[in-house]
Every structure is written in C-alpha cells, then in structure tokens.
C-alpha cells in the first residue's frame, strides 16, 4: 500500500502471501508513475535493497528506509522523518478493524478488494 497519511491510501495491490514485498512495492511505485517535484517515500527495511531504493529514485521520490545492520555499505537516512512512518502503520490498524478485512472471508481476490476499498472509504470519511 502506497499511503499518504494515517487515513489516506494513494494505491494498493493484493499480492500472494508468499510473495516478497519489495518486488511488489516497485510494481506499486511504478504504477504510481514519476512525480513533478522529490516526495519524501517512508519505507519499512523490506523495502531497503537497491533495486527498489533505485526505483524510487528514478520515479523522483526520496526513499526514506534504514539500512540492514548487515550491510557492508549503510547509508544515511532521515531518522525523524522516518518516525512518522508509524501513521502508515495506523492506516494498516483502522482497515484491518473491519473483520471482512481482517479474517478474510471472501474467496475471490476481486470481492476481497473491493471490501479493502470499502474499508478505506469508512476510514477515510471518519
């Protein structure tokens, strides 16, 4: 999920759950397309490696990810802006209250889709 605030999504897609998240975070990004001016992108360390950090910069954004502690070149990032990544979080937490959401009843990958957009329209207007 591509998310501006703790209410507001720009773009999300449902992946298999044994997929990673990262190569579907650049699909994301991409779908998302180049940006006018360099927007700040707070991203969890999954979203860390080179190709989705290169990504994002070639889209114009400014990733904002800590590196691995087992990285042999580790660069630098902005340690207070990335604290706000927790409003993302929050987002994550008001669609999952919803329990279709939550416990996932429906079969279909379209129905279940729609009940996350549905959700986000509840916690968009409240």
């Not at 650049?26 to 998302?32: D, S």
């Not at 360099?38 to 991203?43: G, K």
């Not at 669609?95 to 916690?123: G, P, T």
């Amino acid at each position: 999920m591509l998310a501006a605030n703790s209410r507001t999504a720009v773009a999300f897609t449902l992946s298999a759950g044994q997929c990673h998240d990262a190569p579907e975070g650049r699909l994301l990004l991409e779908t998302v397309g180049k940006q006018e001016v360099a927007i700040p992108l707070l991203m969890d360390r999954a979203y860390g490696d080179d190709l989705t950090r290169w990504t994002a910069f070639m889209l114009k954004f400014d990733p904002i990810v800590p590196p691995k502690s087992n990285r042999k070149k580790p660069w630098d990032y902005d340690k207070e802006l990335y604290k706000l990544r927790n409003e993302i979080e929050r987002l994550f937490r008001l669609i999952q209250s919803f329990r279709r959401v939550f416990c996932r009843f429906e079969k279909l990958d379209i129905m279940y889709i729609a009940f996350i957009q549905l959700a986000l329209v509840f916690v968009s207007i409240e």
